[in-house]
């Protein structure tokens, strides 16, 4: 794997995932429900307690700041959906993807992440060359090495996102 196109995408992988882990290590369950503007996607207990996500199908403007419990549930939700994807699984639909809460939200994260290198332990550089719908459903020249890359390029943006939430909220204290 050394030296390939597959060695490199994990090399990515691995270190956004270190990067990563620099913020979750350092979470709290109060920093994710934390509210860092009056306008915020968040989750939010339903009447049978299950935690629901803030959803538009058409984004707003401007958008709504998002916490770091709705940054979590985002990872959860399409991280699953790709693993799904490279795993030749039937995808989840949105609304079956689960915030655990507060409490098990980085275990959940890390669980995600375990599966996740199990994946791309099964991959062979012939794999990066399948067609691949997730995320672009309506481009069929995009490849599962292509998947690869984006998950590594959401997963970066979306731990950033956690990181400066996480710092803003430390600095408000």
Do not use: Y
């Not at 196109?5 to 995932?17: P, V």
């Amino acid at each position: 794997m050394p030296g390939s196109r597959l060695g490199l995408l994990r090399w990515q992988f691995d270190l956004t995932w270190s990067l990563f882990e620099l913020h979750l290590s350092a979470l709290r369950p109060a920093d994710h429900l934390w509210e860092p503007a009056p306008r915020v996607w968040t989750v939010r207990r339903d009447p049978d307690g299950s935690w629901v996500p803030d959803w538009a199908d058409t984004e707003p403007d401007p958008l709504p700041a998002p916490t770091i419990a709705w940054l979590t549930w985002h990872i959860g939700w399409w991280w699953s959906v790709a693993t799904d994807h490279l795993r030749g699984r039937a995808p989840r639909e949105r609304a079956d993807v689960r915030w655990p809460g507060p409490d098990e939200a980085v275990a959940w994260l890390r669980g995600m992440s375990s599966e996740w290198v199990a994946a791309l332990n099964d991959c062979t550089e012939t794999t990066l060359d399948a067609p691949a719908t997730f995320p672009w459903r309506d481009n069929p020249e995009r490849t599962v090495g292509h998947l690869l890359a984006w998950v590594n390029a959401e997963l970066m943006k979306n731990a950033a996102e956690i990181g400066q939430l996480r710092i803003l909220r430390c600095a408000s204290a």
